[in-house]
């Protein structure tokens, strides 16, 4: 069965609610005050059985200019408006605030219920046909049906239940796919149940034991029951009207305007980019940073409205903005949103979420203008590449794509495809699923090569950098993973060599100037002499006369060469003399099955000094393994 939510619409005291009661037999005002006022004042929600079979949920909002609020958060989700006029009264303030309101929020189709026909001529009620008609002229009531009736005689009633049926098979089904959201538009405590919350799911799948969270509050709970039209169900889909009562959440927690979502799967926001109308009608223009309330879902939010691409925007004129809210709210790119003034109160326009996470644009700039016009205007690949771009070197999961496109896997996977066989988007992390885009990676990347490059300048004959020192310079949402699949790429393209812990350029050579050639071979020499005995490079810059820092690199070449052998900070021996030290400790183990520190010292005629760090090298070398105080060979 399809789902479908009616809404009404309309001018206080047009007959909204008593229609509805005409209708269903249910009274939708249940507040104490709004009995005594005659007055809705919060919304009414029920459902209606049309003469087919098929049953619908009904929203009846507040026509009372005080609590249009209410009305925009009713009017979330609606498939069909009611506008109810008043035959007596004829199109008045609320009557056109709320066709707006309905307009900017892409309600599709609807009917206008003219009610209190029992009141009035039928030369009057003609004259209120033909005023109706150019008042819609434009709207997407244009050409819809003009329904005269009136809910205290039941004249009008069977005809007006027929055209919501018609309407109600025209209405597009909503797909059950994508991530679950429902901004909450009431809560309630039903003893011995515990909370109880509503609203027109507008996306996604609920079913009973989901764990769900209450953003952006963070607070979790499970779902302990489904209603629907009255009937407990077991699970609910996009477009249906739903009660779901909540275990583990107390009701204050919980108020309209939240949102209620599948755990972990979105995330509250502070900043929305839109594309936005100025109402033609409205008074005056909008000035940049204008403090606003901005109407998303079921939630009312203060903010400034930060215009992006011009200083002021006139009546009727469209043009691309920032909201910076002041407190958190929920929302997601495709989301329709109406602004009304912060003071005096009244509707200046809407209009559609393009971003619901982005960073602070820059003003005036053509850069803004040309993300904003794709992200409006562009293809599902060209929208997805620019989120994934805009995500830097953090990249985005799979899920996260989810979240900043509001696509359902099934439609998101294709683009992904797209983009990484056109080798736009790159998969760097198929463990958690994360993407990076190409031109960050090149980025990333060139900056590597230029980081090696000055390496190189500055230290001439040392035969590499060490790649966390890399890897500490590069932006901090480069991860490890992140990491090693750049150098990966650069290793496959030819432009870097890594060995171990150190990496260089495919083109560094070490080439030494004279002096430098003279240093090295003076110092090969000197070690050499030492043998098992070598000195500390203090003692060679101290024989040489030459500064211990113009050493370290010199150093560093005799044992990249393999001359030198380094066997701790600042202790160096002669490869032959090592090479020698090992076949004699070999040798001994072979015999005696084991070596003290003590019987190491008589075979390498070493003092204790350099006998520990020479034990300790072989065991890092996995030459020897220590047993207590005692080395044995290792197998």
Same mark, same amino acid.
């Given at each position: 069965?399809?789902?479908?939510?009616?809404?009404?619409?309309?001018?206080?005291?047009?007959?909204?609610?008593?229609?509805?009661?005409?209708?269903?037999?249910?009274?939708?005002?249940?507040?104490?005050?709004?009995?005594?006022?005659?007055?809705?004042?919060?919304?009414?929600?029920?459902?209606?059985?049309?003469?087919?079979?098929?049953?619908?949920?009904?929203?009846?909002?507040?026509?009372?200019?005080?609590?249009?609020?209410?009305?925009?958060?009713?009017?979330?989700?609606?498939?069909?408006?009611?506008?109810?006029?008043?035959?007596?009264?004829?199109?008045?303030?609320?009557?056109?605030?709320?066709?707006?309101?309905?307009?900017?929020?892409?309600?599709?189709?609807?009917?206008?219920?003219?009610?209190?026909?029992?009141?009035?001529?039928?030369?009057?009620?003609?004259?209120?046909?033909?005023?109706?008609?150019?008042?819609?002229?434009?709207?997407?009531?244009?050409?819809?049906?003009?329904?005269?009736?009136?809910?205290?005689?039941?004249?009008?009633?069977?005809?007006?239940?027929?055209?919501?049926?018609? !309407?109600?098979?025209?209405?597009?089904?909503?797909?059950?796919?994508?991530?679950?959201?429902?901004?909450?538009?009431?809560?309630?405590?039903?003893?011995?149940?515990?909370?109880?919350?509503?609203?027109?799911?507008?996306?996604?799948?609920?079913?009973?034991?989901?764990?769900?969270?209450?953003?952006?509050?963070?607070?979790?709970?499970?779902?302990?029951?489904?209603?629907?039209?009255?009937?407990?169900?077991?699970?609910?889909?996009?477009?249906?009207?739903?009660?779901?009562?909540?275990?583990?959440?107390?009701?204050?927690?919980?108020?309209?305007?939240?949102?209620?979502?599948?755990?972990?799967?979105?995330?509250?926001?502070?900043?929305?980019?839109?594309?936005?109308?100025?109402?033609?009608?409205?008074?005056?223009?909008?000035?940049?940073?204008?403090?606003?309330?901005?109407?998303?879902?079921?939630?009312?939010?203060?903010?400034?409205?930060?215009?992006?691409?011009?200083?002021?925007?006139?009546?009727?004129?469209?043009?691309?903005?920032?909201?910076?809210?002041?407190?958190?709210?929920?929302?997601?790119?495709?989301?329709?949103?109406?602004?009304?003034?912060?003071?005096?109160?009244?509707?200046?326009?809407?209009?559609?979420?393009?971003?619901?996470?982005?960073?602070?644009?820059?003003?005036?700039?053509?850069?803004?203008?040309?993300?904003?016009?794709?992200?409006?205007?562009?293809?599902?690949?060209?929208? !997805?590449?620019?989120?994934?771009?805009?995500?830097?070197?953090?990249?985005?999961?799979?899920?996260?794509?989810?979240?900043?496109?509001?696509?359902?896997?099934?439609?998101?996977?294709?683009?992904?495809?797209?983009?990484?066989?056109?080798?736009?988007?790159?998969?760097?992390?198929?463990?958690?699923?994360?993407?990076?885009?190409?031109?960050?990676?090149?980025?990333?990347?060139?900056?590597?090569?230029?980081?090696?490059?000055?390496?190189?300048?500055?230290?001439?004959?040392?035969?590499?950098?060490?790649?966390?020192?890399?890897?500490?310079?590069?932006?901090?949402?480069?991860?490890?993973?992140?990491?090693?699949?750049?150098?990966?790429?650069?290793?496959?393209?030819?432009?870097?060599?890594?060995?171990?812990?150190?990496?260089?350029?495919?083109?560094?050579?070490?080439?030494?100037?004279?002096?430098?050639?003279?240093?090295?071979?003076?110092?090969?020499?000197?070690?050499?002499?030492?043998?098992?005995?070598?000195?500390?490079?203090?003692?060679?810059?101290?024989?040489?006369?030459?500064?211990?820092?113009?050493?370290?690199?010199?150093?560093?070449?005799?044992?990249?060469?393999?001359?030198?052998?380094?066997?701790?900070?600042?202790?160096?021996?002669?490869?032959?003399?090592?090479?020698?030290?090992?076949?004699?400790?070999?040798?001994?183990?072979?015999?005696?099955?084991?070596?003290?520190?003590?019987?190491?010292?008589?075979?390498?005629?070493?003092?204790?000094?350099?006998?520990?760090?020479?034990?300790?090298?072989?065991?890092?070398?996995?030459?020897?393994?220590?047993?207590?105080?005692?080395?044995?060979?290792?197998?």
């Amino acid at each position: 069965m399809k789902r479908v939510v009616l809404g009404t619409a309309g001018h206080i005291d047009h007959g909204k609610t008593t229609l509805i009661k005409a209708l269903t037999g249910v009274d939708c005002d249940r507040l104490k005050e709004e009995k005594e006022r005659g007055i809705t004042i919060e919304l009414g929600f029920t459902s209606l059985s049309l003469p087919g079979g098929q049953e619908i949920s009904i929203v009846d909002v507040p026509g009372h200019e005080k609590f249009v609020r209410h009305m925009v958060a009713g009017a979330t989700g609606i498939d069909l408006v009611a506008l109810v006029i008043a035959a007596d009264e004829g199109i008045m303030p609320q009557t056109r605030e709320h066709l707006e309101i309905c307009r900017l929020l892409r309600v599709k189709k609807g009917l206008v219920a003219l009610t209190k026909v029992d009141l009035v001529e039928k030369d009057w009620l003609d004259l209120v046909k033909e005023e109706i008609r150019d008042f819609v002229k434009g709207t997407f009531l244009e050409g819809a049906a003009i329904l005269p009736l009136s809910s205290l005689t039941g004249e009008g009633l069977p005809a007006l239940l027929a055209e919501i049926e018609r !309407l109600a098979e025209e209405v597009e089904e909503r797909s059950p796919e994508g991530l679950f959201r429902l901004p909450i538009d009431r809560v309630f405590t039903i003893k011995g149940f515990g909370t109880v919350v509503t609203g027109t799911i507008v996306s996604g799948k609920v079913s009973v034991g989901d764990t769900l969270e209450v953003l952006p509050k963070g607070l979790e709970a499970k779902v302990r029951g489904i209603q629907a039209h009255g009937k407990a169900v077991e699970s609910a889909i996009a477009g249906l009207r739903t009660g779901i009562n909540l275990q583990g959440l107390e009701k204050g927690g919980i108020e309209r305007g939240n949102v209620l979502v599948q755990s972990q799967s979105l995330k509250p926001t502070l900043l929305v980019d839109g594309v936005f109308q100025l109402l033609p009608g409205t008074p005056k223009p909008l000035k940049n940073r204008t403090r606003v309330r901005l109407h998303v879902g079921t939630v009312e939010a203060l903010g400034r409205a930060v215009l992006l691409d011009r200083e002021e925007i006139q009546a009727g004129e469209e043009a691309y903005l920032q909201i910076r809210i002041e407190e958190p709210i929920v929302a997601l790119p495709g989301d329709r949103f109406v602004l009304r003034s912060y003071s005096p109160i009244f509707t200046i326009g809407g209009g559609e979420i393009l971003d619901a996470f982005p960073s602070r644009r820059k003003r005036l700039t053509a850069e803004t203008r040309e993300e904003l016009t794709i992200l409006e205007r562009g293809s599902q690949e060209e929208k !997805l590449a620019l989120r994934v771009f805009k995500a830097g070197s953090a990249g985005l999961s799979f899920a996260e794509m989810i979240m900043r496109s509001n696509l359902p896997p099934s439609r998101l996977k294709p683009a992904v495809s797209n983009l990484t066989s056109c080798g736009q988007i790159l998969l760097y992390d198929p463990e958690r699923q994360r993407y990076i885009h190409s031109g960050v990676t090149a980025d990333l990347k060139r900056f590597g090569v230029e980081f090696l490059q000055e390496f190189h300048r500055q230290n001439p004959l040392q035969a590499g950098a060490m790649k966390e020192e890399l890897k500490s310079k590069l932006p901090p949402q480069v991860d490890l993973r992140l990491f090693n699949y750049l150098l990966s790429a650069l290793i496959s393209q030819k432009k870097i060599i890594a060995e171990k812990e150190t990496i260089r350029l495919a083109s560094h050579k070490i080439s030494l100037k004279e002096e430098e050639k003279e240093l090295h071979q003076k110092m090969a020499a000197f070690y050499r002499k030492g043998g098992l005995q070598p000195p500390t490079v203090k003692e060679v810059a101290a024989e040489l006369r030459v500064p211990e820092n113009e050493l370290k690199p010199v150093l560093q070449l005799l044992t990249k060469e393999g001359t030198l052998i380094k066997v701790k900070e600042d202790l160096y021996f002669p490869r032959q003399a090592m090479e020698g030290l090992e076949q004699k400790t070999i040798a001994f183990l072979q015999q005696n099955k084991e070596l003290t520190p003590p019987q190491f010292k008589e075979i390498s005629q070493v003092s204790r000094k350099f006998a520990i760090p020479l034990l300790e090298y072989f065991d890092g070398k996995k030459l020897t393994i220590r047993i207590g105080d005692k080395r044995v060979l290792r197998k």
